[in-house]
């Protein structure tokens, strides 16, 4: 499906889907407790999708009463003793995968997961292999991914500087092995924020667990904790795209219900943007922000990654120039995001230079516009629509219906906004 965005800035006032890195987690702990609750979400993607199937699949229940989604746990004698292997499609949710073959490990599950996309090829290596060192058997053929085996409780490490999705799938699944467990994460860590939104979680659950330094101490034979109704919290990821876009509007864009206290890495997006000029207001509708004076700036990408191609579209209508560094990693997401970001705005009309970690942009006051590529990759549509703010034409997005992975309602909320002149 192709979209075509109209050019020019926008304003008004929007509300953003819950985070799915919040639903990912809250998910995962419901289907791991000991009693049935309820997580009210907005905006359902198709990675919560994959991971709501597979819960499913593992032995939880789960179904609708509106935007309420309630769990029921699953019996963990029941499925440590059925060896009946279980099939989990994870479409190209790498977040599915990393959280829930842990898990699948500490439950005793022998399952096979069905990748899409690009997802077989995501770095994997090291969280495999220190999975099979405590018990675990795990092989993967193709696009399919299959593993049993129970794990054991001892000392485990896990780097920090490859996906923090590895770490997050130990902190759900070493809570429930018989014995204590030992987890270090060696080297720099990046993407701190999402680890801290999994020990928000866990800590929420009612899980104890010790922290020194990079080093988890966690007490095995525990078992989840949530009750009641929880509300997954708005997406910080899903509201950069508007709120850059403000800073392309006179008028400026609201993004209501976002939470400045959340763990979400991604908020930093409000302080690069006052960073490169724009103006950032907070009033009782939400988080306004509106056109300043348009400046470059230096970006380290490390714990904010899902944000570089939504700030590579800001960089490229603002003054001067913006280096974009310790972006390796976005080589190896649903498309090689660094390559397809250059791609995309090239093809707009940006100055853009790719370099080996991250991107160099000299911003313009205007892009041409035209067509561009998503390379089925959900943010670069997005980051595309987004840098129509500051086009000479219509932007047509081609393969626009990959926002349906995280956003399914993007395009329908752009449409909300109104159109103003230059």
Known sequence: MNITVKKGPRSGIVSVPSSKSAAHRLLICAALSNEECG?????????????MDCLKNMGAGISAEGSTFLVRPVNKEKASADTKERRLYCGESGSTLRFLLPVCGALGISAVFH????????????????????????????????????????????????????????????????????????????SKGYIDM???????????????????????????????????????????????????????????????????????VLDILARMGAEVTRTEEGITVRKGKPAGTVINAENI???????????????????????????????????????????LGADIKETEDGLVIHGKERLKGGSTFSFGDHRIAMSAAAAASICENDVLINEAQCTEKSYPGFFEDLEKLSTEQY
């Open 39 to 51: 997580i009210k979400l907005t905006g359902l993607s198709k990675d919560i999708t994959a991971t």
């Open 115 to 190: 990748m899409e996309g690009r997802l077989p090829e995501r770095p994997m290596t090291e969280l495999t292999d220190e999975l099979v060192r405590h018990g675990m058997r795990i092989e993967k053929n193709g696009s399919l991914l299959s593993c049993s085996g129970r794990l054991s409780g001892g000392q485990y490490a896990m780097p920090g500087n490859i996906s923090s999705q590895y770490i997050s799938g130990l902190l759900f699944a070493l809570p429930l092995l018989d014995g204590d467990s030992v987890l270090t994460v060696t080297g720099t860590v990046e």
């Open 198 to 268: 999994t020990e928000d979680a866990l800590a929420l659950s009612g899980i104890r667990f010790a922290k020194e330094g990079q080093t988890y101490y966690i007490p095995g034979q525990q078992s989840c904790r949530l009750k009641g109704i929880l509300t997954a919290e708005a997406d910080w990821s899903s509201a950069a795209f508007f709120l850059v876009m403000g800073a392309f509007s006179k008028s400026g864009i609201t993004v209501s219900g976002l939470n400045e206290a959340s763990s979400q890495g991604d908020k930093a």
């Open 305 to 347: 990654p899902d944000l570089v191609p939504v700030l590579a579209a800001a960089a490229a209508g603002a003054q001067g120039e913006t280096v974009i560094a310790n972006a390796k990693r976005l080589r190896m997401k649903e498309s090689d995001r660094l390559a397809a970001t250059f791609r995309m705005l090239s093809a």
